[in-house]
């Protein structure tokens, strides 16, 4: 109606005060062509259409019938509140320890030798830890009160942040108040919807809840397998050429542990660098138990394999085991770890670590960076120990030689899970009631996503003597010999 | 949500073209990109007008139809991933009042309605009497009337 197909004799230029007449509008009307008007008729019509839709949501609703739903209500049947549990399910039988769980542990009023903490490095008695604890609650009190993006920063936290940087040798390190929420906050703040993350099968429960609250497409390979996960990697690999614009923007993680709390095991770090770097994947390594206990100096898995720390994306650690305090850290290049101070959901929104424990971790670290003998006193117990406890009747040791915290397999399964339990249980409270203190390894029965066998866990540390160590293998063994035999 | 308010929206690019001035905002922007183009002296007014509606299809298409995912990192671990702006608008409910604004306004622009109404107003409902301050305004709608 406006433009001027026609050539342009009637271009007007009004003036200010126009004139313009309805008449010409209306000849403008009928001098157009059909198809304009039609074309503009139907854009209208078009728009009062869509002024006047009604908003619907996209999902289907299948609505029921009155009828069907009263059938569904008479059908249902309310599950009990609390659900029938075993009167000698473990949790309902629980040891009572008084005192600390250090060197000697007095469970149920007798005294027995500790092999059940992860007191590693014996830092849970010591005096100086507890100096160090005792000065800074006089001077900060107890706890925090708040996230570390809310008052909750103390010097405390900066300092025990970069000594632990300078010790594992990284740029920057961070700190987490819960152990098992560093690593099940690392992995959601890097893998998202649509990355995928390659996993051993033998990972812990931390790592198994970080991955399903990352929502990240999980590829599990078989526990220490190197060909396996080179087997997925290379499926991985043709499917991302299929689609390289997709491939382009996901993210591939690796993530494994140092010292398996499962199994015992080490994790081949050389040969999963060579592969990060053919594949093009990150490496995730979580070192709780290897942090403080491998390596020359303590520092991990890195160390004890000499592999530079800049190859590692993010070493995850908690500091319960060696540490003795409590919490956990993060540690790698600066541009890795400072995305966590926004994104780490356990940083961010749980109450910062109290700093009585800081300050015990940062005492800690001073006295493993005094002593590094211990580390090679430990390795040195862990192979004593495996040897002697190498041939009893009836159990295996799951484990390697210097894994400090190794379990103790029942070497033919009765078939039920329920009796394996009941039999290493009757074990573990034998040695007690000879002063071993020992302890079953734990799970989640329902929520593991790949069960480990019933297993006793024994645990080393530097603090037991040549001949408590002796002491227990022999008592173990006996053990053994009477309840399996 | 506002945009630049404290809020606990968890993907704001659901709300944003709900945010008050949002659409009064987008209008001027369009009327701008249409008064530049009238400024450049080799565009006739119906070039300018092609341009104008081009450029704002083109526009829209690129931003709302064709690129994909948030500019910001999302605390649902990235369930929007693959959802362009138009899918997450509102959260996936059609025919919502910002939807229906962003589907008529190309419409709008092609038909040229905004002007039309303009000048019908401004020369048929109130030809000759011009209260002063509509004089300037005036002097702009001469360019609307090229027939």
Redesign the interface.
Known sequence: ????RKEVP?????T?????V?V??VQ?VYEAPAYHLIL?GI??L??IR??F??????QERSDLTLKEKEELIEEWQPEPLVPPVSKDHPALNYNIISGPPSHNIVVNGKKCINFASFNFLGLLDNPRVKAAALASLKKYGVGTCGPRGFYGTFDVHLDLEDRLAQFMKTEEAIIYSYGFATIASAI?AYS???DIVFVDRAACFAIQKGLQ???SDIKIFNHNDMADLERLLKEQEIEDQKNPRKARVTRRFIVVEGLYMNTGTICPLPELVKLKYKYKARIFLEESLSFGVLGKHGRGLTEHYGINIDDIDLISANMENSLASIGGFCCGRSFVIDHQRL?GQGYCFSASLPPLLAAAAIEGLNIMEENPGIFAELKEKCRQIHKALQGISGLKVVGESLSPAFHLQLEESTGSREKDVNLLQKIVNLCMSRGIALTQARYLDKEEKWLPPPSIRVVVTVEQTEEELEKAASTIKAVAQEVLL | MNVGVAHSEVNPNTRVMNSRGMWLTYALGVGLLHIVLLSIPFFSV?VAWTLTNIIHNLGMYVFLHAVKGTPF?TPD???A??LTHWEQLDY?????SSR?FF??SP??L???IVP?SF?LY???LS??H?PPGQ?LL??F??Y????
């Not at chain 1, 109606?1 to 001027?4: L, Q, S, V």
């Not at chain 2, 996936?92 to 919502?96: A, K, M, N, W």
């Not at chain 2, 609307?144 to 027939?147: Q, T």
């Open positions: 109606m406006k433009e001027g009637r271009l007007r230029m009004a200010a005060t126009e004139q313009w309805l010409e509008m403008a503009e854009l209208i078009w728009i869509l002024l839709s009604k908003t619907y949501k996209l959601p998202k919807r649509g609250a990352s929502r994104s | 119906p990192e671990q990235g369930k991933r693959l996936g409910v059609q025919f919502t229906k589907t008529i419409i709008i092609v038909l040229q039309t000048s401004m020369n048929v030809p000759t011009l004089a005036s002097c709608s001469q609307f009337i090229h027939v």
